[in-house]
C-alpha cells in the first residue's frame, strides 16, 4: 500500500478524536516528539489524544490499515528515548493523557482501576483518599503515567518491600496494534486459565500493545515512619548492614537506598541552601526507611537499635535520624533530585545495572576502578536501590570538562565496561530503565539468541507489520520482522 500523506493521516484522525486532539503543527508536535532531557529529538506526523479507548482502537486500527507507525506515550519520562518518535516524520504518536480517570477504588478487594494515563501522583494520591497506599515511588511521579509506569514495568525506591509494577498489577486492558481490544481488567489475586498476558504488556515499553486501563493493588498504608541518613564504612559495610536490617525489622525495611560521596555534593550544589544531614564528607551513605502498621516509638527503637549495632560493628560512620515529617522529606528530597541534578549539570552516563546482592560491592569497586583508570577526574555519581541490587552506576563528567568532550571521549568506553561488568557478574544492564533506543542495540551482547529470537518471535505474533512503537526495544540487527509493509525494517530502524 502506498503511504498515507500527511493531510490523509491528519483528516482520518481527527474525524475519530475531534480537531483539539489531533495536533499536527510541528510546534505542537515538537513537545512531543523529544525526550524530556532534550536528547531524542524525534519528528511526528500527527500527536493524538484520545479520550477513550474506543478512540485509540479506531486509531489504531486505521494506523495498521495504512501502514501508519505509532508510538504510544505517557508522561514522557524515559530516560531511554523509549517514548519518542525516530526523526523519519512518519509516526503518528499517541498520548493517553487525557484518559486521566479514577475509575473505582475497591478497599474490601484492596485495589485501583484506573485509566491509563493518570498520573503516578494522582494514583497515589486516589489510593490514600480511600485509605489505602499505592506503593510504587519514583521521582517523575508528578508527570510519569500508570500506563508507562506498566509499560516500563517501573521500580523505584520501594520496590523492596513492595515490588515492581509486575508485582503490582492485577488487570490490564491494552489496545494491540491492529485495534482489537485486549480487555483483561481483573481484581483477582487468583487466575489460573492459561498464559498470564496481561504479563506480557509489562515491561513491553509499548511494542505490543497500547494499555488503556489497569487494576492495581492496594496496601495498607504505614502508620509509622522511620527515616535516617546514614554514613557507611563502604559498600560493602552497606550490604552488611541490610541484612542487618531486614533481620531486625523484616518486611518494615521499606527503603535502603546507596549514596555516593560526589552524588550527595552534586545534588547539594544544585539544590543551593541544603545542608548535608551530617557533620562531615563521607564517600558512602545510606538513606534507610523502616515503615509499619504498628506504634511509631517501637519503629523509631528499631531503627535506633539497628544503628548502634551497626556503629559497634564499624559498619556505621555516623547516622541521622528523621526527628520529624519534614526532616524525613528533606532526606528523601536530596535522595530523588540526584537525577534531576545530573540531567542539570549534564555529562553523566546513566549505567542502570542490577547484579545479586552478594556481588554488588565487587561490582562497584571494579567498575569504579576501569572508570578512574580511563577519566581519573570522573566524578563517581553511584546511587540507587542497593535493597534490590540495582546501582545507578552514572559517570559524571569532571567539573571543567564540557558534556561534550566527556561523553565524546568516554561514552562508549565506559558503558560497555560497565555493563561488561555487571553481566559478567550474573547482573543486567538494565536493572527498571528499560530499553528503549538507549540500549537497544547493546541487547545482542547480554542476551542469547534463544531469548531474542522468542522476543522477535511474540513481536511478530502481536505485530506483524512491526508498526508499534518501531525501533525501541527489539535489537534490529537480531531478527527484524519477514513480514509486513516493508516500513520499519533492519534497515530503517535507528
Ligand atoms: C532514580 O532512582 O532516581 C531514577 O531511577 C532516575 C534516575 O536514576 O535518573
Ligand atoms: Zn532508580
Not at 505542537?28 to 519528528?43: I, M, N, P, S
Not at 490490564?172 to 481488567?185: K, N, T, W
Not at 527503603?255 to 560521596?261: A, N, R, Y
Not at 540487527?477 to 525494517?489: M, R
Request: glycine letters at 10%.
Amino acid at each position: 500500500m502506498n503511504a498515507a500523506s500527511a493531510r490523509t493521516i491528519a483528516d482520518a484522525l481527527t474525524a475519530i478524536v475531534g480537531p483539539q486532539a489531533c495536533l499536527t503543527s510541528a510546534a505542537d508536535t515538537q513537545l512531543f516528539a523529544t525526550d524530556y532531557r532534550r536528547l531524542y529529538h524525534g519528528k511526528a506526523v500527527a500527536v493524538v489524544l484520545p479520550s477513550t479507548t474506543e478512540e485509540v482502537s479506531r486509531v489504531m486500527a486505521w494506523c495498521y490499515q495504512h501502514d501508519v507507525p505509532v508510538v504510544p506515550q505517557g508522561g514522557n519520562t524515559s530516560l531511554m528515548g523509549g517514548a519518542v518518535p525516530d526523526d523519519t516524520g512518519k509516526a503518528v504518536i499517541i498520548s493517553l493523557s487525557r484518559m486521566n480517570k479514577v475509575l473505582a477504588a475497591d478497599t474490601i478487594n484492596d485495589t485501583l482501576t484506573l485509566q491509563a494515563g493518570v498520573t503516578l501522583s494522582a494514583a497515589r494520591s486516589a489510593a490514600e483518599a480511600a485509605g489505602r497506599l499505592f506503593p510504587l515511588r519514583i521521582g517523575s511521579e508528578g508527570s510519569c503515567q500508570i500506563g508507562g509506569n506498566l509499560a516500563t514495568n517501573a521500580g523505584g525506591t520501594a520496590v523492596l518491600r513492595y515490588g515492581n509494577m509486575r508485582d503490582l498489577v492485577l488487570g490490564i486492558e491494552a489496545v494491540l496494534p491492529d485495534g482489537r481490544v485486549m480487555s483483561a481488567l481483573r481484581g483477582l489475586r487468583k487466575d489460573n486459565t492459561g498464559f498470564d498476558l496481561k504479563q506480557l504488556f509489562v515491561g513491553s515499553e509499548g511494542t505490543l500493545g497500547i494499555i488503556t486501563a489497569a487494576v492495581l493493588k492496594l496496601m495498607p498504608l504505614p502508620r509509622s515512619s522511620s527515616v535516617a541518613f546514614v554514613a557507611v564504612e563502604s559498600p560493602e559495610a552497606a550490604v552488611k548492614l541490610l541484612g542487618e536490617a531486614k533481620q531486625a525489622a523484616g518486611q518494615s525495611v521499606s527503603g535502603f537506598e546507596l549514596i555516593s560521596g560526589p552524588a550527595l555534593e552534586l545534588v547539594l550544589d544544585y539544590l543551593g541552601g541544603m545542608a548535608s544531614p551530617l557533620a562531615q564528607r563521607h564517600d558512602w551513605m545510606v538513606l534507610i526507611e523502616l515503615t509499619s502498621g504498628g506504634q511509631q516509638d517501637a519503629l523509631e527503637q528499631t531503627m535506633v537499635q539497628l544503628l548502634e549495632a551497626g556503629l559497634e560493628a564499624g559498619l556505621v560512620l555516623d547516622a541521622a535520624v528523621a526527628s520529624s515529617v519534614a526532616d524525613a522529606q528533606a532526606f528523601w528530597r536530596i535522595r530523588e533530585e540526584i537525577s534531576d541534578a545530573q540531567t542539570r549539570t549534564g555529562g553523566s552516563i546513566k549505567c542502570d545495572v542490577s547484579v545479586p546482592l552478594s556481588r554488588i560491592a565487587a561490582f562497584i569497586g571494579d567498575a569504579t576502578a576501569n572508570v578512574l583508570q580511563l577519566e581519573p577526574r570522573t566524578r563517581m555519581v553511584i546511587y540507587g536501590h542497593m535493597g534490590d541490587g540495582n546501582v545507578h552506576f552514572n559517570p559524571l563528567r569532571p567539573k571543567d570538562q564540557s558534556a561534550a568532550e566527556f561523553l565524546g571521549a568516554h561514552y562508549q568506553a565506559i558503558s560497555t565496561v560497565v555493563d561488561g561488568l555487571a553481566h559478567a557478574e550474573g547482573g543486567s544492564i538494565s536493572a527498571e530503565h528499560g530499553i528503549g533506543v538507549a540500549k537497544r542495540d547493546d541487547l545482542v551482547h547480554y542476551k542469547s539468541s534463544v531469548e531474542l529470537e522468542l522476543m522477535w518471535q511474540v513481536k511478530r505474533a502481536l505485530d506483524p507489520k512491526n508498526l508499534l512503537n518501531p525501533g525501541k526495544l527489539l535489537p534490529a540487527q537480531h531478527h527484524a520482522p519477514s513480514t509486513g509493509s516493508g516500513l520499519h525494517q533492519a534497515s530503517d530502524l535507528p
